[in-house]
């Protein structure tokens, strides 16, 4: 296995219309491996990264860089609806702290 697909995103859950568990990478959104336990779901889903990872190489195509090893600047802009910007100006002002505060606080909590 390449040192890099080491450092790319990955996780296991279980898959209740496959009966098994599935390994998935973010970075390679459409590969999976399926196995009978998240160990062999986790090892699967890595080596299949690995190999691609080398494939991609030989063929002189891009990699995609690992999630881990990008850079972050930590401004989110998004756009809402109206009414949904008003309502978060208002809890921020009755909370008494800042919109970014409140936003942040909130998208915090959905981890």
């Known amino acids: 296995m390449t040192e890099e697909a080491d450092r790319y995103t990955y ?5 209740e219309e496959d009966g098994e568990y599935a390994g998935t990478c973010a ?3 459409l590969l999976s491996h399926l196995d009978d336990t998240p160990e062999k779901a986790f090892a699967g889903i890595r080596d299949l990264v690995a190999f691609c990872v080398d494939d991609l190489r030989r063929e002189g195509a891009p990699v995609p860089e690992p999630l881990s090893t990008r850079r972050y600047s930590g401004t989110l802009t998004l756009r809402i609806p109206p009414e949904t910007h008003r309502a978060l100006a208002i809890d921020a002002a009755e909370a008494g702290v800042s919109m970014n505060r409140l936003v942040a606080e909130r998208l915090a909590l959905r981890r």
């Not at 996780?11 to 898959?15: D, E, G, K």
């Open 27 to 29: 970075e390679f959104a």
């Open 11 to 15: 996780r296991v859950l279980w898959s």
